[in-house]
Antibody, heavy 122, light 111 residues
């Protein structure tokens, strides 16, 4: 059974940092890209970042580029999202998701974590 | 302002058919990028309903179907049931931004 467990959310002040973790199991982790998607209160889903299966290629939404960094440890079946210079507008539930599909243009997210809440406030 | 445009809400009586549109542009759906659909119930993780424009994962009922044409796609739900009341999102890849994009979401209400 595929499981995706995201964690690490919490309350942080504007300008602060936080690192989210996502532990996955039930599939060959090193063969799949992984992503983070968020949903702010009252808003829709927003793609945040994706990392390739080998960790070489990373992709970011313009809204987080230069502030967030995605990484993975295939020996631990875990993906991370380092969030720096946090702003109030980063407040959201952050979901980790397994990516599927043969090409970038075909990627979709077939398994999701339960989400972890990040609140940026003073 | 989402790159993919969905109606904010649709509604129907039990047993009826509803469709949700997803309109993109030449840099995403029109460029050949696949469209995928998700259901989000309050307090739960998004669930994949349709991938690759029209494919259903195991366990998704055949009351749900997806299609794509030109720069648009749609999700149809036939035989509407109370359990279908949720938020639905389309998703694709946008070559202009170099990332993945979601529609703004559509709330389905069962009357």
């Amino acid at each position: 059974e595929v499981q995706v467990l995201d964690s690490g959310g919490g309350l942080v002040q504007p300008g602060g940092s936080l690192r989210l973790s996502c532990a996955a199991s039930g599939f060959s982790f090193s063969n799949f890209a992984m992503s983070w998607v968020r949903q702010a209160p009252g808003k829709g889903l927003e793609w945040v970042s994706t990392i390739s299966d080998d960790g070489v290629a990373t992709y970011y939404a313009d809204s987080v580029k230069g502030r967030f960094s995605i990484s993975r440890d295939n020996s631990k079946n875990t993906v991370y999202l380092q969030m720096n210079s946090l702003r109030a507008e980063d407040t959201a539930v952050y979901f980790c998701a397994k990516a599927a599909g043969y090409t970038l243009g075909a990627y979709y997210f077939d398994y999701w974590g339960q989400g972890t809440l990040v609140t940026v406030s003073s | 302002q989402s790159v993919l445009t969905q109606p904010p809400s649709v509604s129907g009586a039990p047993g009826q058919r509803v469709t949700i549109s997803c309109t993109g542009s030449s840099s995403n759906i029109g460029a050949g990028s696949d469209v995928h659909w998700y259901q989000r119930l309050p307090g739960t993780a998004p669930k994949l309903l349709i991938y690759g424009n029209s494919n259903r994962p195991s366990g998704v009922p055949d009351r749900l179907s997806g299609s794509k044409s030109g720069t648009s796609a749609s999700l149809a739900i036939t035989g509407l049931q109370a359990e279908d009341e949720a938020d639905y999102y389309c998703q694709s890849y946008d070559s202009l931004s170099g990332g993945w994009v979601f529609g703004g979401g559509t709330k389905v209400t069962v009357l």
